[in-house]
């Protein structure tokens, strides 16, 4: 189990939203959270997808380098 910052317990897996343009780098970062941890990872190459899907789902994280 997680704890937050507020000492707030978290669910085991926590959900991450990847953002990238770059399909190759999508599909490494993805191997590689899920190998070292346990994250469940959701992918999208798109900015304006991510604002659509943030609407729609809750993430524990967001990892991208779009600008």
Do not use: C, H, W
């Not at 990847?18 to 070292?36: A, M, R």
Request: proline share 3%.
């Amino acid at each position: 189990m997680f704890i937050d910052r507020q000492g707030s317990a978290m669910p085991d897996t926590l959900r991450v939203l990847y953002v990238d343009d770059e399909p190759n780098l999508l599909e490494i970062g993805t191997l590689y959270l899920e190998e070292i941890g346990d994250f469940s990872v959701t992918i999208i190459n798109s900015a304006l997808a991510v604002l659509d899907l943030l609407q729609k789902q809750k993430f524990d994280a967001v990892l991208s380098n779009l600008l």
